[in-house]
């Protein structure tokens, strides 16, 4: 079982830049696939970036690649994920989410809310223009 607990959202204007932190309860975080979702009002949660147990390679959404970047540190069981050119399309709940490794995760993309088992209760950002 992980517990997930998702901070650092907040209010920033369009341009800034904001840290999300996803915290994890357990010893075997480094064995566990981490995602970070979000989900605007009226909108369905959306993929935006993963980072895998074995060996930390990541994956991001079109939207956001080449200003966000994903990043782990195993030793203090969090994730992170550092958004930078914010925009005012950015503005949802982000979520992380995780799911452990096993043996037929190397056939998963970890792209799909369906993928993943464990998910945070979500931290509200929000960029004005």
């Known amino acids: 079982q992980v517990q997930l607990v998702e901070s650092g959202g907040g209010l920033v204007q369009a341009g800034g830049s904001l840290r999300l932190s996803c915290a994890a309860s357990?010893?075997?975080?480094?064995?566990?696939?981490v995602g970070w979702f979000r989900q605007a009002p009226g909108k369905p949660r959306e993929f935006v970036a993963r980072i895998r147990a074995s060996g930390g390679s990541t994956y991001y959404a079109g939207s956001v690649k080449g200003r966000f970047t994903i990043s782990r540190d195993d030793g203090k069981n969090t994730v992170y994920l550092q958004m930078n050119s914010l925009k005012s399309e950015d503005t949802a709940v982000y979520y992380c989410a995780a799911a452990r490794e096993t043996a037929y995760s190397g056939s998963l993309y970890y792209t799909t809310v369906t993928e993943y088992d464990y998910w945070g209760q979500g931290t509200q950002v929000t960029v004005s223009s």
């Open positions: 357990g010893r075997t975080f480094s064995s566990y696939n």
